[in-house]
Every structure is written in C-alpha cells, then in structure tokens.
C-alpha cells in the first residue's frame, strides 16, 4: 500500500535500519523528528547504542516509544579503549526488545583505537551475539580484509549487516556469501559516488537495506547534522533511479529484509 504526497509515490511503513536517535542532537526536537518521519512514511527505527553512555539512553528511548523504535546495544569501534568493559553490554542484550548487537565493528583510519584493542573488542562482541541469536551492526572502514577473515570464522553462526557499507563493488560478494546484508545510506545520494551506485546497483535485491545513521552521514540535499529518518526517502529515490525501479519497490523490498533480519521486528 502507498499514498502520494508531495507528488511522489512513497510507500508506508518504512524502516530506518540505522539511525542515532539517541544521539544529544535529537533531544529536543525528538516529537517533531518522529512526527515528520511518519509524514514521510518511515514508522519503524532501528537505534544503535555506540558508547556506554547511550546504552542508557537507548533503553529509555525505548521505553517512551516502543511501538515504533527498536533497540540495539554495542560499543562502536571509536568509543573503545582498554579499559572499555563489555561485561556491561550483558544486561541490555538480555532484554525482550533488542534486535540487534550493535553498533559494533572495525576502523583502521589514523585517528581510531589500536587496531588489536578494535578486533578484540569485536570479536568478544560477535560471541555476545552467536550466543543470543541476535544479528549485528557492523561498521567497517578501512578494515575490510580483517573483517572478513574475523567474519569467516562464525560463518553460519552471525547474521547481520554491514551498514552504510563503503567496501567496493569488487568485495562485496564475500560478505554477502556469509550471508550478510548490506545498507545504504546518504552516501549514494551524492554527485560522483560511484563506488556507491556500483554497489547500489549490483547487489540482490533481498539482501539490500536503507538506512540515513542520522545525524552522521549527509545527503545530496541535506548536511549530516540535518539528516533525520525522513532522509531515507532520498535514498530509496537514488537507488530507484540507479536500478531503474519504482520507489515503491525499494522501499518495500528493504522494508521486508528488515524485518527478516531483524526478527523480532515481527
């Protein structure tokens, strides 16, 4: 089912994959965040935690709107040190309402944690989930060799996704072999992406995601910091237009691989 508004096509009950509601920037404009997610169509949020102090504020975002946001619990690569205690993490991957591990992941550019603090951390939290049963938010930049050989190692024991994934063309197949899927984000929208539309372009259709990770990732149209779950209607249009499809068709086939991955999305 869709309606038209705007004089575009756009399909209802759309998923934003990845997105930092809880991020401090949200705090005070939340409601209309929502409100103009739902003008838009987009009435389900995957949210991440990515340092210590937002598994809190993860939980309590989930228990002022838990019809419509969905919570995952991780300590992102960049928050991590070695003192960082994952023992933490136990409780919230206990709750009824998690759905995912994350976000958790690799980054090997200059300015992150020591690489060997990153891939234990990593793989301690890839155990966390092969016990749970939950999938994984993988962010991976700059360390997609390591990632796949650490990946390989749980083949049939991890699902998940790689979000708003920048890896290439040229690799992509591999995680999608581990049966992995793959998110796109504001990054395909931009002039000259080619890596992106590539990508965009060649991946099956039921292992595509769409995603904004608001307030992180700009738009062709939008600054990172302006980006909000609405924005993923920006996406889906550029994929569309890429793959020569309706955004109808975009926006339904992410929306049902959500809900695959995440099951408890059901």
Known sequence: MHFVKAGKTVLQNLVDTHCHLNDPIFSDRLPEVLERAKEAGVTAFIVPSYDIESLE?????????????FPAYGLHPWFLSEDTDLSLLCPYLLKEETVAVGEIGLDFSLECP??????????????????????????CRKAFDRLYEILSSYRGRIRGVLHSYSGGKDGMNRFLDLG???????????????????????????????????????????????????????VADK????????????????????????????
């Open 57 to 69: 504020r993860t939980a309590i975002l989930f228990g002022r709107h838990p019809e419509n946001i």
């Open 114 to 139: 020591p690489a060997e603090i990153q891939v234990s951390a990593l793989i301690r939290q890839l155990d966390m989930a092969a016990e749970s049963g939950l999938p994984v938010l993988i962010h």
């Open 180 to 234: 992995f899927y793959l998110s796109f984000s504001g990054s395909v929208t931009r002039q000259n992406a080619r890596k992106y539309s590539q990508c965009a372009k060649a991946i099956p259709l039921d292992r595509m995601l769409l995603e904004t990770d608001a307030p992180s990732i700009a738009t062709q149209s939008t600054v990172a910091s302006e980006v909000e779950p609405r924005h993923i209607l920006e």
């Open 239 to 266: 994929i569309a237009e890429i793959r020569n499809l309706s955004i109808s068709e975009v926006c339904g086939r992410s929306a049902e691989n959500a809900r695959m991955l995440f099951s408890k999305m059901r």
